[in-house]
């Protein structure tokens, strides 16, 4: 069922924006990635960003797990959030 709309002007929402702390070009760019990310791999993209995250961590590199992370994040809350639960227990 329908309504229809009367003069309302309606706009997207993005569940997950005001987790994102940095600046526009960081969201930018892992919202980016994201979006390239599912297009090649689809539903198991969150898992991919996931992976590239604990690999980052592994090397010691934390900028980049941090943004990988935020990939995750974008794509899949719940499993970035399992993710950092687990890191730091």
Known sequence: MARPI????VR???DNA???CASW???SAALD???RLFAA???SAAARARDAAEIAEGSGDGDRAG???EVCRTLDRRMAR???RRKHS
């Open 6 to 9: 009367l003069g309302r002007h």
């Open 12 to 14: 997207a929402v993005n």
């Open 18 to 20: 005001e987790e994102w």
């Open 25 to 27: 070009p960081q969201e």
């Open 33 to 35: 990635t994201a979006l």
């Open 41 to 43: 791999h689809g539903f």
């Open 67 to 69: 943004f990988w992370l």
């Open 82 to 84: 399992d993710f950092q």
